[in-house]
């Protein structure tokens, strides 16, 4: 018996001490959990948040706690990794175990979204963190703030685009005053060129006139030389008649001699 007993206490103090090292092994694993979550909030505190982010993912390799994720958002948001932020957000909201986490969580989401620009899904945003935790004096403020700059944002995209028409109309109407400058200049150059049309057949018409006036002028002293010529021979001929008559009136008193020649 006392062997069995030996035997039987000996196994039962087997058992004992793994199952004492078994819980042992837990309480270690939940400690680092618990201490990488105090070493990130350590660090956030301190806005090393590179830091924090580091052991906050790491906690949540571990178990990947709403919490964890909520603090890893944080710390994003702090390094205007807006769009990460958003993703660990939504997860915190996804695994979120009360509707405080999840107010806290939308509350952030909507900060993140508000800071990317996004106005409108910010709104959504603040009304859902309102509807888990409505009497959020913060988050209603957000809201009301988030309202008004999407309202200054809406005027100023219609500023911009009547600007942008008015801007369009000028030009356009630039351009048909141009258009209309350019068709009188059309115009005058064809009235120039009809006023020209004319002076060039006039300068025609005298050109032709004046060759005329050349020729006939050059026919009148041809006529007129011929003219001259024609008188010159009858005066020839009246001289030549008058020497005839007088010779035969010489001839007439000499009797018809010859007379001598003197020497």
Do not use: C
Request: hydrophobic fraction near 20%; charge should be negative; charged fraction near 35%.
């Amino acid at each position: 018996m006392m062997k069995t007993t030996d035997t039987t206490f000996l196994f039962g103090r087997k058992y004992f001490l793994l199952l004492f090292m078994g819980l042992i092994s837990l309480s270690t694993n939940a400690q680092s959990e618990h201490e990488l979550l105090r070493s990130g909030d350590a660090s956030y505190s301190a806005g090393e948040y590179s830091k924090a982010e580091e052991a906050y993912r790491k906690a949540i390799e571990k178990e990947g706690k709403s919490q964890a994720k909520y603090n890893l958002g944080n710390s994003l948001f702090e390094q205007e990794r807006y769009e990460e932020a958003l993703e660990q957000y939504q997860a915190a909201i996804n695994s979120a175990p009360n509707d405080k986490t999840k107010s806290q969580a939308y509350h952030n989401l909507g900060n993140s979204l508000f800071n990317n620009q996004k106005l409108k899904e910010s709104l959504e945003a603040y009304k859902q963190a309102l509807r888990y935790n409505p009497d959020d004096l913060e988050t209603k403020h957000n809201l009301s703030y988030a309202k008004q700059m999407l309202k200054q944002q809406q005027q100023q995209q219609q500023q911009q685009q009547q600007q942008q028409e008015q801007q369009e109309g000028e030009e356009s109407d630039e351009e048909k005053e141009n258009q209309e400058d350019q068709e009188p200049q059309e115009g005058e150059q064809q009235e120039q060129q009809e006023d020209q049309e004319p002076q060039e057949q006039q300068q025609k018409d005298q050109e032709q006139q004046d060759e005329i006036d050349n020729e006939n002028e050059s026919e009148s002293t041809e006529e007129k030389q011929d003219l001259d010529k024609e008188d010159a021979r009858k005066l020839l001929e009246i001289a030549e008649n008058e020497e005839k008559k007088v010779q035969e009136k010489m001839r007439k008193v000499s009797g018809g001699k010859k007379r001598k020649k003197d020497w």
